[in-house]
């Protein structure tokens, strides 16, 4: 992961609101939940949780997909290791 796709992914967890969704979508036992699902557990309004995972999507953390009517979020956990990993290695440099 280049700087720049770290910082970009770095600043969609810095909002409370965001990394609240991420935390959800981490401790959920199946890969995926309704959005309905997520609001309903977060207490935030529809358009509020769509605005924010739509920059979770674009960081690359999150995943959507449609099915009918409901639209089903993932933990893109793959991304978040990367991230995990490319903090590690900035926190292991020493200048």
Do not use: F
Not at 4 to 33: C, F, N, P, V, W
Not at 65 to 91: D, I, K, P, W
Request: proline share 1%; hydrophobic share 40%; charged share 25%.
């Amino acid at each position: 992961m280049d700087a720049k796709e770290l910082r970009a992914s770095l600043r969609a967890m810095a909002d409370l609101a965001r990394l609240r969704i991420l935390q959800q979508l981490a401790g959920y036992e199946h890969e995926e939940t309704t959005v309905s699902d997520l609001i309903r557990a977060l207490r935030i309004s529809q358009p509020l949780a769509s605005w924010h995972l739509r920059t979770l999507r674009k960081a690359g953390l999150v995943t959507t997909h449609r099915n009918g009517r409901q639209v089903y979020c993932s933990l893109n956990r793959a991304r978040v290791e990367e991230c995990r990993q490319a903090l590690g290695e900035l926190a292991g440099q020493r200048t």
